[in-house]
């Protein structure tokens, strides 16, 4: 069900082989598998209708029609026009210069993660130097302010609560207190409320009223279906907000609904917010939302994932693997490498490939057979011969088959870093140099293209 | 307010854009379809099931010479109903019981746990409940509040504590004393996280092993507003766990909780009861089909 776009348009287009030249039925076909990718990412039908027509319109361009390969083409076009509409990069917080305090008042639906989101802008805020101050205005949930001061004290931010009961008082009140305090930013968390509750709606307003906010945020849930659209226009029309911040967007939801939120309101999406630390709130980058929504993967998360797990040490790892060959030992040390990361299939969830095609399993037998390795073998596993295969099997309690397994893997990779090794000592050698950028080119724009243009359908 | 007319009011938005389709015109054509398919889809069913059904029903107009609208109404309530699994039981009537709470973070766990304790007190059964929540700041508290206000104990540990030893003196406890529902609440988690889920598997192990006087119910409670993410998360809880069923959140607003139809489908796990308001009284059963009516407008 939850195909790539490209896979869905190759199939499409692969029974149109041959034929020369698309017709403008063909384009529709491909309009309907673009439809169903992008309902499926809980993206608005409205919006889509829109959107599919538009993309419609410039697929039917001539150098789409005649070109050889109309399917990248096409998810070209829907992809730089997803881009555009989700908007540029704007994470800036739009704060008054000749005001102190600062306010910044957060709304949302109920469990969309106002308190979470509260407290690490917070804890963003206080990383370039400014004092701020949380008050916590949900006085209906129980113990919404106790959960906003045990996040603000892991986070060392005070946090004003008053007396817990209406929540514009404490609003105005902590705006007091952070003059008093010499705060210079307040962080407002409201109530979650439904945008059909007049009541609190109505609340909201008042608190608006009260404090004057710099900024008010949005906080929208990644996982929000079709209704995004009545939540987001009602906010707006009545509280108004200036940016979003979709939340839960660590999971694997396609987060269609920060395009939903765009078109119907216009308003940016400010931050995305990753996980449960203080310190996962990410800028927002439209382009990799756009191939987020079309389950293409997000190959440059995934290259800035593996940037942060990788420390020093790593580095100087892969220069001795360069100089000295790949040992068992950094084969063990990569499939540790990839279980920080969030483990292969989060990996694999990236990179857009279907889910069950990998298997975690797989891994921990790999560990298994090679810590029952002497340190010997580790460092030279050509050295394995029959015995000793056998007995690595006894230890690890894995088949011979499957220790053969593990050393053919090894095998395929100590080749391929040979292959490296050789690129670099023979100097930059040009030829080679543009293999390996136009491979990367394409992998910027999709991991899953390299299987397709194979010709056969490898997803691994 | 009665229950039918908050489940009314929750599902207007989509019950208006279906009598649209049906009034307007009230002729059966191409447009008809595509309208149809777009309000299914509006609703958070999912392109697929939402063009499975209408094609469905193309076959039986066709069939059965259908040419007006309004005819299909019914119809179509009964064709999005019979997507429903039924419910074998009830674990929260079918006593003694120990009910586990799962779900991803802000879908309504604790609240509902607070619901159905007050309810189960106001109705004389001796009720515990459990807060393996011990990862969100304040969810004991949460859970407390909660307690105080439907009189039913909460039995839990300091935050940090390891969830699954809190499960053990939960059900300790409840043995004890006799309780005949347990009601406990874990921390919300994405199923996206491996390790996260494997702590919860754990928990839910090492429950059902211990409650050996009870029998032991996983319920998944999911937000309607959820789109077709809802889908994979009860996949990925339902591979884990081995859920009972479900609990829908928060109908009473515009969202439509379609994504339900979806994952009671295709898991073949029942709805135990759906969230309409914001009173105890507003956790309601699950009827399929008046579920569908309401939402295509039937008796209007």
Known sequence: ?460 | MGFMDSLKKGLSRSREAISEIFYMGGEVDEDFWEDLEDTLVMGDMGGEVASRVTDDLREQAARENITRAPQLREALAKRLAAEFVPAKGDPFTDLPSCVLFVGINGAGKTTTVGKLAGKAHGDGVPCLIGGADTFRAAAIEQLQVWGKRASVDVVTRERGADPASVCYDVIDEAERRGARLVLIDTAGRLHTSADLMRELAKVVNVTRKRCASMPVSVVLVIDATTGQNGLNQAKEFNQALDLDGLIVTKLDGTAKGGIALAISHQLGLPIFRIGVGETIDDLQSFDALEFCRALVGEGM
Not at chain 1, 416 to 423: A, E
């Open chain 1, 1 to 460: 069900m939850f195909n790539s776009l490209t896979d869905r348009l190759q199939n499409t287009f692969a029974e149109l082989r041959g034929k020369g030249r698309l017709t403008e039925d063909d384009i529709n076909r491909a309009m309907r598998e673009i439809r169903m990718a992008l309902l499926e990412a809980d993206v608005n039908y409205r919006v889509v209708k829109e959107f599919v027509a538009r993309c419609k319109e410039k697929c039917l361009t001539s150098e789409v029609m005649d070109s050889l390969t109309p399917a990248q083409n096409v998810v070209k076009i829907v992809l730089d026009e997803l881009t555009d509409l989700l908007g540029s990069t704007d994470s800036k917080l739009v704060l008054a210069q000749n005001r102190t305090p600062n306010v910044i008042m957060l709304v949302g639906l109920q469990g969309s993660g106002k308190t979470t989101a509260a407290s690490k802008l917070a804890y963003l805020l206080k990383g370039q130097g400014r004092k701020p101050l949380l008050a916590a205005c949900d006085t209906h949930r129980p113990a919404a302010a106790d959960q906003l001061e045990a996040l603000g004290k892991e986070i060392g931010v005070p946090v004003y609560r008053g007396d817990g009961r209406d929540a514009v008082q404490v609003a105005t009140e902590s705006i007091r207190y952070a003059v008093d305090h010499l705060n210079d930013i307040v962080i407002v968390d409201t109530a979650g409320r439904l945008q059909i509750d007049e009541e609190m709606m109505e609340e909201a307003v008042a608190i608006k009223r009260a404090v004057k906010p710099d900024q008010i945020l949005m906080v929208v849930d990644a996982m929000t279906g079709q209704d995004i659209v009545n939540v987001v226009s009602e906010f707006a029309n009545r509280v108004d907000f200036d940016g979003v911040i979709m939340s839960k967007l660590d999971g694997d939801a396609r987060g269609g609904g920060a395009l939903s939120v765009r078109e119907v309101t216009g308003k940016p999406i400010k931050f995305a917010s990753m996980g449960e630390k203080p310190d996962s709130l990410e800028v927002f980058h439209p382009d990799r939302m756009a191939k987020r929504i079309l389950g293409m993967g997000d190959v440059v998360g995934i290259i800035e994932q593996a940037q942060k797990v990788a420390d020093e040490k790593s580095l100087e790892d892969a220069e001795r693997m360069l100089r000295a060959g790949f040992t068992m030992d950094d084969y063990l040390s990569q499939l540790q490498q990839i279980r920080k990361m969030g483990g292969i299939q989060k990996l694999a969830g990236m990179l857009g490939a279907r889910e069950e095609s990998v298997d975690e399993k797989q891994l921990v037998i790999i560990e298994a057979i090679i810590h029952s390795m002497s340190r010997e073998e580790r460092l030279k596993p050509k050295i394995i011969n029959g015995m000793r295969r056998r007995r690595i099997a006894a230890g690890s309690g894995h088949s011979i088959q499957e220790v053969n397994m593990v050393l053919q893997q090894w095998g395929q990779m100590n080749k391929m870093m040979g292959k490296v090794r050789q690129l670099q000592q023979s100097g930059s050698s040009k030829k080679a140099m543009r293999g390996m950028s136009g491979m990367m080119r394409n992998m910027g724009i999709d991991p899953s293209m390299l299987g397709g243009m194979g010709g056969g359908k490898k997803r691994r």
